[in-house]
């Protein structure tokens, strides 16, 4: 089992394990249309936000295939209200997520949410490019990858901003209600992650 060194911090965001406190911010995006219009499954309730922090507060776990890390992303200083907030009660403006796809060859899933209301501020790629670091220097990754809807444009152009390559197009692979979605994959090696940064 490897020790996970958190809390995140990057030049404007925290990357933090999410608490009981965060439903409300959690819930604001997780409950719209558009986004869960990329994930295939309908809008989260303010119910199921509730048993996922439930599920996130037990802990993480990384060493099988599926474990995975979900860490909320907070704007340093940002405030909800304009009002100073206390340790830990930072705005969550989205998350990232880490899922161990398979441990014996070290296959790490990389992706990421985020609240509308936020877009535009870079927050997603210092999010993804700061989970992306981790991924390969301290939990050992060997190929880092994403799939999304090959619609998101918006995540594609974060794949790239990261130098991932779109390794493969699946063409209608997964059925999203009464739409049939295609999906992108993008990766990066760990060898080829260390090569851009040199």
């Not at 877009?119 to 220097?137: C, P, V």
């Amino acid at each position: 089992m490897t020790t996970l060194p958190l809390p995140v911090s990057t030049e404007r965001l925290l990357l933090r394990p999410f608490t009981p406190d965060d439903l409300d911010d959690l819930h604001a995006y997780q409950g719209l249309d558009e986004v869960a219009r990329y994930l295939y499954r309908p809008p989260l309730t303010r119910d199921q936000c509730a048993r996922s922090l439930t599920r996130r507060a037990a802990g993480t776990v990384w060493a099988e295939d599926g474990d995975d890390l979900c860490l909320a992303v907070c704007p340093v200083g940002e405030a909800r209200g304009g009002e100073a907030r206390g340790a830990g009660k930072e705005q969550v403006v989205g998350e990232v997520v880490l899922k161990l796809a398979s441990a014996r060859s070290r296959q790490v899933e990389i992706g990421w949410i985020f609240n509308p209301a936020y877009a535009g501020r870079g927050y997603a790629t210092e999010a993804a490019r700061a989970i992306a670091e981790l991924a390969f220097a301290e939990l050992g990754a060997h190929r880092l990858f994403a799939r999304l809807d090959a619609l998101n444009t918006g995540s594609a152009r974060i794949c790239e901003r990261l130098g991932m390559r779109r390794e493969a197009h699946l063409v209608e692979n997964d059925l999203d209600g009464e739409r049939w979605g295609s999906e992108y994959v993008y990766a990066t090696l760990a060898r080829e992650w260390k090569a851009d940064r040199a």
